[in-house]
């Protein structure tokens, strides 16, 4: 069985500039999570999908993040416009349930400069 | 407000010698507690999970935690560290019922290992 898989692993834009990142989660996996590290802090929640539905959306950033996940499968991770402070690693990850293991992607480190 | 503080932000450790990573965390109710580890290259990847029942939990890679209510603390332990276990360390809460998945982080510990 496949893991979360996270495209792409690096990504370096310049400000102002568009990028999405994917998340392929775990086959049958109706809970899908994005999370985000900025450099040195702590990682930090930002949204998570029930199927294709968006259950709780509280810690995205602000308006120029867009996440969506079609048919309930992959989820991407638009931010446009880029802005230096977005800076850090986008990790994604899914669970069967609400109550059991989160599996976790390697992440995608976002540079923008 | 809910967090969790891992207060060593760098621990070294000859390899063979004992292990012991902290984490304190604050929440309204005792939490689901996790441990994460991340070598470079990889995901995140749980080392072990405490929900209820006994407080010292066994993990993979020969790591064990212990629960501690009293204090706060799910500190995660290894007898024996391995030069394979250098990596960065994340504790982890989420909450205890049903409901979004959402984990708060501490800030991760990166442990060195020395031959």
């Known amino acids: 069985e496949a893991g979360v898989t996270q495209f792409p692993s690096h990504s370096v834009i310049e400000k102002g500039q568009t990028v999405t990142l994917r998340c392929d989660p775990i086959?049958?996996?109706?809970?899908l999570y994005w999370y985000r590290r900025v450099m040195g802090k702590e990682i930090k929640f930002l949204l998570h999908?029930?199927?294709?539905?968006?259950?709780?959306e509280s810690g995205m950033p602000n308006n120029r993040f867009l996440a969506e996940r079609t048919g309930g499968t992959y989820s991407t991770l638009k931010v446009q416009p880029a802005e230096l402070e977005d800076s850090g690693v986008y990790f994604c990850?899914?669970?069967?349930?609400?109550?059991?293991?989160?599996?976790f992607g390697q992440g995608t480190r976002l540079t923008v400069v | 407000a809910q967090s969790v503080t891992q207060p060593d932000i760098h621990i070294t450790v000859s390899e063979g010698a004992s292990l012991e990573l902290r984490c304190n965390y604050s929440?309204?109710?005792?939490?689901?507690l996790f441990w994460y580890v991340q070598s470079p290259g990889q995901g995140l990847q749980l080392l072990l999970k405490?929900?209820?029942?006994?407080?010292l939990v066994q993990g993979i890679k020969g790591f064990e935690a212990e629960f501690k209510r009293s204090q706060s603390s799910f500190n995660l332990r290894k007898p024996s560290v391995h030069w394979s276990d250098a990596a960065e360390y994340f504790c982890?809460?989420?909450?205890?019922?049903?409901?979004?998945?959402?984990?708060?982080f501490g800030t991760g510990t990166r442990l060195k290992v020395l031959a």
């Open positions: 990850a899914s669970s069967r349930t609400l109550n059991t293991e989160a599996f």
């Open positions: 086959s049958g996996h109706d809970n």
């Open positions: 999908f029930v199927k294709e539905s968006k259950q709780d």
């Open positions: 929440y309204g109710a005792t939490p689901y």
């Open positions: 405490y929900f209820s029942g006994d407080t």
């Open positions: 982890a809460v989420g909450p205890p019922t049903s409901g979004t998945y959402k984990y708060i």
